[in-house]
C-alpha cells in the first residue's frame, strides 16, 4: 500500500476534506449504494477482504462487515493509522502501522510484533498459515521472518527501489513468491526475495497489488485504475470510478469478492469479480 507522500497525492488529486467509504453491490443493472462511512482524506487508510467479510483500516482503527457492507462492527480501535492489512483464512489477521505490526486472532486476542530496527513499514504481505511475513519499508528495503515475526532477515530488493517499495503480495501456494511494486512496476521473486525479475505492468504508477487466493491471479491498482493480469496480458476492470486506485483487495474463487479504494477515499465492493462494475 503506498503512503509515501499519499496526503501531497491525494491533496493534488482531490480537493476534499472528508471522503466517503462507499460499499455498492449490483442489483439488476444498477449499482446500490448499501453503506457509508466518513473519514478524513489525509488518513492512512487500506481495505481487505476474506471469504464474505470487509476490512476497512484507517486513523480511527479497524473495523469489519460481515455483510457486504450492511453493517459495520469495531475490531479495535486501540491502535491508530492502519496501512495495511492481511486477513488469513482461520479468520485471524496481521495488521501493520508505520511503525509496527500486529497480529489479531480469532478471539479477537491482540499481540504486538516489532519489525526490524528503524524500519518505516509501507506494506506488509503474510502467507497463508501465517508463518511467513514480509516487510516492505519506506526506505527500499525487503524484510521477511519464517517464525511469524520472531525474528527477521533483510533480502535482497528490486532494481530501483531505493526511493521505497509501494506495495508487497505474497502468492497463496508458495511463501517465497512475491511480487513488488515499485514506482511504475511490478517484481517478481521465486526465491523469498533474493533475486528479482520485472514483469510486464500495466502502466501509471503501481499503488498497491494482492494476489487472488488458490488462483495466484494478480490484480494491480495503479494511477490509471484496476487491472487484472490474464494469459494474454493486462486486462483492465471497468468501474464506476476513474483514476488512482490506492488499495486493492481480492476475495477467494469462491466467494468471488472484490474491494477497491479510489482517490476520492471512496470503497466499492463487487460480488462478481468487478462484472457488476460494468454499467
Known sequence: MLYIGITAIL??????????????????????????????????????????????????????SQDGGKNWGTLT??????????PLPDNSMYFATKKNIYFLDSSHNLRLIKPPASVSIE????????????????????????DEGNTWQKTGAPQGSE???TSIAIAPQDSKQIYAGVASEIWES???????????????????INLQPNSNILYAGTSVGLWKLTSSGWQK?????????????VGDPESNMLAVLDQQGNVYVSRDGGLSWQN
Not at 506488509?124 to 521477511?144: F, H, K, P
Request: charged share 10%.
Open 11 to 64: 491533496g493534488a488529486v482531490v480537493g476534499l476534506a472528508l471522503g466517503n467509504l462507499i460499499l455498492a453491490r449490483q442489483q439488476s443493472s444498477k449499482q446500490q449504494v448499501v453503506a457509508t462511512h466518513h473519514f478524513a482524506v489525509d488518513e492512512p487508510r487500506v481495505v481487505a477482504v476474506s471469504d464474505t467479510n470487509v476490512y476497512f483500516g484507517f486513523g480511527g482503527g479497524l473495523m469489519i
Open 77 to 86: 480501535s486501540e491502535i491508530a493509522n492502519i496501512i495495511s492489512i492481511c
Open 123 to 146: 506494506d506488509i504481505a503474510a502467507s497463508q498459515d501465517g508463518r511467513y511475513i514480509y516487510i516492505a519499508s519506506s526506505q527500499g528495503g525487503i524484510y521477511v521472518s519464517s
Open 163 to 165: 526511493g521505497g517499495i
Open 190 to 208: 521465486k526465491d523469498g526475495g533474493h533475486s528479482w525479475q520485472p514483469i510486464s505492468s500495466p502502466g501509471g504508477v503501481v499503488m498497491d
Open 237 to 249: 476492470i471497468p468501474l464506476t470510478t476513474s483514476g488512482l486506485i490506492i488499495s486493492v483487495a
